[in-house]
């Protein structure tokens, strides 16, 4: 029995694989989904806050183009490797005690609808205000 390919089937089936970029060969501009583990400071007390914080997140994936999310509002972001940016979140963003929602989103490269997924947003963690 002979198992042969055509190049046609092949190419449909990458573009049919959603998220599947390792094997699309046309994925090649596609950016992966940033992976958010932990900020630092994750508490801190509101009478102590400077009037410009840096918070230190780690994680995985992140490219250049990655920015924080704070508390939905997109705040200056440095990226210092792929595992590890800093954020500049201002006063006037922590207004009061209370919890702070901190995201990295990643936008989209442009891999069209070629069966790419590209970009997107990490898990959300909180930062306390006590």
């Not at 201002?90 to 207004?95: A, F, G, Q, V, W």
């Amino acid at each position: 029995m002979s198992f042969t390919i055509r190049l046609g089937h092949l190419l449909a089936l990458l573009v049919l694989l959603p998220g599947c970029n390792t094997l699309n060969p046309l994925c090649g501009s596609a950016r992966p989904s940033p992976v958010l583990n932990s900020v630092s400071p994750m508490t801190m007390a509101f009478s102590k806050l400077p009037p410009t914080l840096s918070l230190i997140l780690t994680g995985g994936q992140f490219v250049s183009s990655s920015v924080v999310l704070f508390n939905g509002t997109t705040v200056p972001t440095t990226v210092n490797s792929k595992s590890q940016l800093t954020a500049t979140i201002t006063s006037s963003l922590i207004t009061a005690p209370g919890s702070y929602s901190v995201q990295v989103q990643t936008p989209a490269g442009n891999s069209g609808d070629l069966g790419c997924s590209s970009g997107g947003e990490s898990a959300t963690l909180t930062m306390t205000v006590t």
